[in-house]
């Protein structure tokens, strides 16, 4: 039986390093070659890369709550955006200048960490999730304590990763008119 390298996967069909994403917090080194899909066992994260995964999250501000997979909210339809926040003031800073957007193409989503107190739940957004064991968080490389927000496109690609609004509000004025 062959063996194949993982650094072969998807035969170098990739987003990475593409002109349709956006990622201020990759830091191209200068004179490292470009690998598409990393190092194994990096634990590196880009725009371009296959969407986040995590179980268990905890669907709250609803009448019941209810549990959610972040593969279960994404569309072919609509770009969903996932604001990872601390507190519901850091979510809301980004939320706030988000909201203008078409809700048929952009899907609003906050992910807060099981820390959060649960006092208030108000939010411009379509979603409001806790990741209950920390698996979104892990899998994003995002801190507790860090505002991070993520775009993921229809096709399942991460399309942002950013510190705020302003980095989505530039990756959309690419291909919508009128942002």
């Known amino acids: 039986m062959v063996q ?6 998807m035969l170098g069909i990739n987003y990475r ?4 994403v956006l990622d201020e917090f990759a830091t191209p080194v ?3 070659p470009i690998n598409a899909y990393g190092v194994p066992g990096e634990g590196h994260l880009e725009a371009g890369d296959w969407a986040l995964e995590a179980p268990n999250m905890l669907q709250v501000g609803r009448i019941e709550p209810d549990m959610k997979t972040l593969f279960g909210l994404y569309r072919l339809w609509y770009h969903t955006v996932l604001v990872f926040a601390p507190s519901h003031a850091n979510a809301a800073l980004i939320l706030g200048a988000l909201e203008t957007y078409n809700k048929s193409i952009v899907r ?13 739940i108000a939010f411009p957004a379509d979603l409001v999730l806790v990741d209950q064991d920390g698996h979104a ?3 994003s490389l995002v801190d507790s304590g860090q505002t ?3 775009m993921i496109r229809p096709a399942g690609v991460i399309g942002v990763i950013v510190h705020g609004a302003e980095g989505v ?11």
């Open 30 to 32: 200068e004179g490292r």
């Open 137 to 139: 968080y892990s899998a």
């Open 108 to 120: 609003l989503a906050v992910v807060l960490p099981s820390s959060t107190p649960m006092t208030c």
């Open 148 to 150: 991070k927000a993520f």
């Open 17 to 20: 390093f593409s002109s349709i």
């Open 169 to 179: 509000k530039i990756y959309f004025s690419r291909f919508l008119l009128d942002v």
């Open 4 to 9: 194949r390298s993982p650094l072969i996967f």
